[in-house]
């Protein structure tokens, strides 16, 4: 396992807020034709006044959401260590500031999407060193356009990018823990890793699982359908009924819960490749209703059965 080396239910829909929802599950009836707004502008928006809660989980160890993605957090006597940094500064700052007054010293980030990363020059600022694998930085590092989202992202300022990268593993030991950085084959993105507290049984696998939610693939950005049912399998395969495993969205959960997000993956993924396969337009797909029978557990927030539908129908 390398060194990283210098650049060579408690509910989403209440933590994230009302705009952040409406903003991934609709955004085009939502903004209206020809705005100049994005689901991207308005979820930073929410994020600049959103409210962060902290939910302590083993040891030292909590989970920060109501921020973007989930946030996690490992304190102590050396300072402070985050798993992604979430969107807006003051609800997190004020989340940190109620835990200690320890300083921030390391920040990791699960992969480079804006609802992970958002944070991350203010987070370096305070005195943090971001370390990610090696394709988060080259994505936060040029131009970037995510049709899923309509939107094109500019380079990130020099600050919010991760100074410390690696390729596939890495470690870190940091108050009193120890930290094993695992990268997935491109999943949700070609940028995801898994970050497990090993002493502590947690495990954050960033948006490679959302937690009774239907999830998002950027398929702009190196995500693909197999991928993303592969990592899901991968998660379950590292993980035991005592593992507590955080997502990048929805709440907390273990291995049960992971198993039925990949059961329902295998599944709506076998229902769409065949009438894809037999030539149907992906309104046609839409009208069968392939997800039908989990939409009512997994489809009522940010992505609904016909978008997420949609992302199958692409990736198939």
Do not use: C
């Not at 939910?55 to 920060?64: A, F, H, Q, T, Y």
């Not at 049709?147 to 596939?168: K, N």
């Not at 108050?175 to 049984?201: C, M, Q, W």
């Not at 992906?282 to 609904?304: C, H, L, M, N, S």
């Amino acid at each position: 396992m390398e060194t990283p080396t210098p650049t060579s239910r408690r509910t989403f829909i209440a933590s994230a807020g009302a705009a952040w929802a409406a903003a991934w599950l609709a955004p085009r009836d939502l903004l209206g034709a020809g705005s100049a707004s994005s689901p991207v502008d308005i979820i930073r928006k929410e994020g600049a006044t959103a409210k962060v809660a902290v939910e302590p989980l083993r040891g030292n160890i909590s989970v920060l959401t109501g921020s973007g993605g989930n946030i996690a957090l490992l304190h102590g006597g050396e300072g402070k260590l985050l798993v992604d940094s979430g969107v807006g500064k003051p609800g997190v700052l004020a989340a940190l500031n109620g835990v200690d007054d320890g300083p921030l010293r390391y920040l990791v980030n699960t992969h480079w999407h804006f609802d992970h990363t958002d944070g991350n020059a203010w987070v370096h600022a305070a005195g943090a060193t971001i370390v990610a694998q090696e394709n988060t930085r080259k994505r936060m590092s040029t131009t970037t356009r995510v049709e899923g989202w309509d939107h094109t992202f500019p380079p990130s300022p020099a600050g919010a990018l991760p100074a410390m990268v690696f390729r596939e593993e890495a470690a870190l030991f940091f108050n009193g823990a120890s930290l094993a950085l695992k990268r997935y084959e491109p999943a949700h993105t070609d940028t995801d890793i898994r970050v497990t507290f090993t002493e502590a049984n947690v495990v954050h696998v960033g948006d490679t699982w959302w937690n009774g939610h239907y999830p998002f693939i950027d398929y702009s950005t190196g995500g693909t359908l197999d991928g993303t049912i592969r990592a899901a399998e991968a998660n379950v395969d590292a993980v035991t009924d005592k593992t507590l495993i955080i997502p990048g969205h929805g709440p907390v959960g273990g291995r049960r819960e992971m198993t039925e997000f990949r059961d329902m993956l295998r599944a709506v993924r076998d229902a769409v490749a065949p009438l894809k396969k037999r030539g149907m337009s992906a309104d046609e797909v839409v009208a069968v209703r392939p997800t039908a029978k989990y939409d009512a557990k997994w489809g009522g927030f940010v992505i609904g059965p016909e978008k997420f539908t949609r992302i199958l129908y692409e990736g198939a």
